[in-house]
């Protein structure tokens, strides 16, 4: 059962059938127990997993020569994952999965792994992705994020010429 308080007053109650009531104290907490089992799926697997609410990166490092290995590992995490998923009534959305090689361009070159089939679908190897505001590249470059950020910039200054101002030092 739930009820909200604002300015002194009270609402009616209601009952909570399922979940947690949004700006629950309670709910992060929740969530964390709900979902630690997925760090456990991706160890059995050797890889690494960073969490940040309910956005998931899976990481490895590889050399290039072991790049085949590794997606067949990442791809069998992945329906591992799926399965957890299913079984914690939850749903995975492989559409929303991307994968993205990092590394110097001239090994970069030499890893001939596109698109990686995964459950019934297929994961889209991206050349940038964005990661909590910050557009990352394949080569840790940043440039897409500059690129982005400054074509923002100069759009809204051509509109309105005293909006921004630059200072060269």
């Known amino acids: 059962m739930y009820q909200l308080a604002y300015d002194g007053e009270l609402s ?31 160890e059995r697997h050797n890889l690494r997993l960073h969490l940040y609410a309910d956005d998931c990166q ?14 067949q590992n990442l791809a069998a995490c992945i329906t591992n994952i799926n399965n957890w998923a299913s079984s914690s009534r939850l749903h995975f959305n492989p559409s929303k999965t991307e994968f993205m090689w990092l590394g110097a ?11 990686i089939p995964v459950l019934s679908s297929t994961v889209k190897v991206v050349q940038s992705a964005r990661d909590l505001g910050v557009i990352l590249d394949s080569q840790l470059s940043l440039s897409d994020h500059i690129d982005c ?5 100069f759009l809204s200054a051509s509109t309105d010429p005293t909006s921004h101002s630059v200072t060269y030092f």
């Open 12 to 42: 009616t109650t209601h009952l909570l059938q399922y979940g947690v009531a949004q700006g629950s104290v309670l709910g992060p907490l929740l969530y964390i127990l709900y979902t630690v089992d997925i760090c456990h799926v991706v």
């Open 58 to 71: 899976i990481y490895t490092c590889v050399a290039v020569g072991d790049v085949k290995s590794a997606v």
């Open 105 to 115: 361009g001239h090994l970069l070159e030499q890893v001939d792994i596109g698109n």
């Open 149 to 153: 950020h400054l074509s923002g910039w």
